[in-house]
């Protein structure tokens, strides 16, 4: 293939790719915020266009989400599984109700090149996301995961796992949303010798603590929180630290190379910014944020 720059406008150009299109065929596993928000990604043009120009078809033939299950090998139609989320349905009524991402993910007629794992973290099991993610391994699928559970839960074996299949698990999303900050220590810096990660990493928390120095309690906050789709769930992993503490665990196996577990790292959570905390920070000016370090 190769490139053919041509000019439409004067200040306008655009590439136009010439060759062979790749389709690449992908699995999304879980739906909620961050998988319903994909789909509206891969609709728009710019997305799709900037796929095309790099000989890239982007097909999602296949979605699960806690109460069922979606597959078409042709592609499923994203505005439709859009619809269905923000109405507070499931993609089942669009396919089949019940089954679960480990079913879809073992099917032998199902077929895919990379599994996106936006499933819950659901701690501490961290299922059924670790063993979707060792399924799709094994069967030489590739797969990226935004799931944090099955890294804090078996990182090591998942690489190893990759390794031997000749697949590649890819987690950058994981920690600091769209900041490459595992790329950036296992890449742009793997000539150097990394002792100390230091991170602010969890955005929900620095939201609760901007609202509590206003004089809103932690309750207010969280419903707050949820209302604007920062806050999932029960809160119980952004609010008691366990989100922060699970990405240092990342960036300790990944980038430090020290092989970590969530439950080794000492964990505090908004509770521990006390009302006297909150007063001293406010009359001083700053802003309270839960961080999190790693020495090594």
Same mark, same amino acid.
């Given at each position: ?21 790749? #389709? ?10 961050? +998988?319903?928000? %994909?789909?509206? %990604? ?31 090998? /042709? ?8 619809? =269905?989320? $923000? ?14 991402? *480990?079913? %879809? ?9 990379? =599994? ?33 559970? &099955? *890294? @804090? ?7 190893? %796992? /990759?390794?031997?299949?000749? =697949? ?10 769209? *900041? ?20 602010? &990493? ?11 120095? $206003? ?16 806050? #999932?769930?029960? +809160?119980?992993?952004?609010? #008691? ?35 006297? @905390? ?7 000016? $700053? ?10």
């Amino acid at each position: 293939f190769f490139w053919r720059e041509a000019l439409v406008k004067p200040r306008y150009t655009f590439a136009l790719f010439i060759g062979r299109m790749r #389709e690449v065929k992908c699995l999304l596993i879980g739906v909620g915020n961050l +998988g319903r928000r %994909l789909c509206q %990604l891969l609709q728009r043009s710019s997305v799709v266009n900037s796929l095309n120009v790099r000989g890239i078809k982007l097909t999602i033939v296949g979605a699960v989400d806690s109460k069922g299950i979606w597959y078409n090998a /042709a592609g499923l139609d994203l505005a439709e599984v859009v619809r =269905v989320k $923000e109405a507070g349905g499931s993609v089942g009524e669009l396919g089949m109700i019940g089954g679960d991402a *480990l079913s %879809l993910v073992n099917d032998n007629d199902v077929h895919c090149d990379i =599994v996106l794992d936006a499933s819950p973290v659901n701690y501490p099991t961290c299922e059924p996301g670790v063993s979707c993610v060792r399924s799709s391994l094994k069967r030489g699928w590739n797969v990226v995961c935004a799931n944090k559970g &099955p *890294l @804090i839960s078996a990182y090591t074996e998942l690489m190893d %796992l /990759a390794r031997v299949h000749h =697949v590649r698990l890819l987690f950058d999303g994981t920690v600091a949303g769209g *900041l490459p900050a595992i790329n950036l220590g296992q890449r742009d810096l793997a000539c150097t010798h990394i002792r100390r990660i230091e991170a602010v &990493p969890n955005l929900v928390s620095g939201f609760i603590f901007d609202r509590l120095a $206003e004089g809103v309690t932690v309750e207010e906050a969280a419903k707050q929180a949820k209302e604007e789709g920062q806050l #999932e769930g029960d +809160g119980v992993w952004d609010l #008691e630290g366990y989100d922060c503490a699970a990405k240092l665990a990342i960036l300790a196996n990944s980038v430090l190379n020290q092989p970590t577990r969530l439950e080794e790292i000492a964990r505090v959570g908004v509770d521990g910014a006390t009302p006297d @905390i909150v007063a001293k920070s406010r009359a001083e000016g $700053e802003k309270l944020r839960l961080g999190c370090c790693a020495v090594w």
